[in-house]
């Protein structure tokens, strides 16, 4: 007994190759839009994450390696912002377990930074940044408003760090490693002294993790302890002035602290 034969294939055959046809082309638009992402959308993504603080202009290239101005400013609605010479570039690099970032300022690093982003349990992130150094314009702190466009700092601030990493678990972060800025011959529109001094600040990682302020040399006296207690800052410290240069930097000791005689009151938390 003969079976039955059709000439025309089913619709569901027929319609296969054409929906997987458009599935592949679809995924295709999707990963090119991905894989070509412009650099703009990384100088949004900076600018929303910092509050408005840190600003990526004139940006080149893509999403995943480009380039840009960087200009730290006071903030939505502020007026302060200061450019860092040359320009910032970047190279980021999806892994399985995260993404990798290359980060590079021609004006200021002896080397790139390389920053690790990994997950860290449920909703957590992990940051990790290779050991550095590099040296900055302090007059770039101006940009950040209120008090740094009244003091107007000049001098240079070197960073280096150790094993430095962030972790972020349910809310609360944990800092490890080693993080050490120094501000060298520090001058103030404030002081007609040039400079003022130069200034260690360290923070090291730990459970607590502690912040500590000293004076390297110079005539504005200051020192502090700080440590984090859950996710608040505590820091006392005090700021004076060597005997004679009182007056030469009494503007700017009422702007550090309280006053208290010849001494400035730090005190955060």
């Known amino acids: 007994?003969?079976?039955?034969?059709?000439?025309?294939?089913?619709?569901?055959?027929?319609?296969?190759?054409?929906?997987?046809?458009a599935a592949g082309a679809l995924g295709g638009l999707v990963l090119a839009f991905v894989l070509f992402a412009p650099a703009r959308w990384l100088a949004s993504l900076v600018?929303?994450?910092?509050?408005?603080?840190a600003v990526l202009a004139a940006p080149r290239g893509s999403f995943w390696q480009g380039s840009a101005q960087l200009v730290l400013s006071g903030g939505a609605g502020s007026l302060d912002a200061v450019a860092l010479p040359g320009r910032v570039s970047w190279h980021i690099?999806?892994?399985?377990?995260?993404?990798?970032?290359?980060?590079?300022?021609?004006?200021?690093?002896?080397?790139?930074?390389?920053?690790?982003?990994r997950p860290a349990g449920w909703g957590g992130v992990q940051?990790?940044?290779?050991?550095?150094?590099?040296?900055?314009?302090?007059?770039?702190?101006?940009?950040?408003?209120?008090?740094?466009?009244?003091?107007?700092?000049?001098?240079?601030?070197?960073?280096?760090?150790?094993?430095?990493?962030?972790?972020?678990?349910?809310?609360?972060?944990a800092l490890a490693g080693r993080l050490q800025l120094d501000a060298l011959q520090i001058s103030s529109r404030l002081s007609t002294l040039q400079p003022m001094g130069s200034y260690r600040v360290t923070l090291t990682g730990?459970?607590?993790?502690?912040?500590?302020?000293?004076?390297?040399?110079?005539?504005?006296?200051?020192?502090?302890?700080?440590?984090?207690?859950?996710?608040?800052?505590?820091?006392?410290?005090?700021?004076?002035?060597?005997s004679g240069s009182v007056d030469a930097l009494s503007n700017l000791l009422n702007i550090i602290g309280r006053r208290n005689g010849a001494t400035a009151v730090i005190k955060v938390g």
């Open 1 to 21: 007994m003969p079976y039955p034969t059709s000439s025309a294939a089913s619709p569901a055959f027929a319609t296969a190759p054409w929906r997987w046809a």
């Open 47 to 53: 600018l929303q994450a910092s509050g408005g603080h």
């Open 93 to 117: 690099r999806p892994a399985w377990t995260g993404l990798d970032l290359q980060l590079n300022a021609e004006c200021c690093m002896q080397q790139a930074w390389r920053l690790q982003a």
């Open 127 to 173: 940051l990790a940044l290779s050991d550095s150094q590099s040296q900055w314009p302090a007059a770039l702190l101006s940009g950040l408003g209120t008090p740094w466009n009244t003091v107007q700092a000049q001098g240079q601030l070197a960073a280096s760090t150790q094993g430095l990493n962030a972790r972020w678990t349910q809310g609360r972060l």
């Open 206 to 242: 730990g459970n607590p993790s502690t912040l500590e302020l000293s004076t390297l040399g110079g005539s504005l006296l200051l020192t502090g302890q700080g440590r984090w207690v859950g996710q608040r800052l505590h820091f006392d410290g005090t700021a004076s002035a060597t």
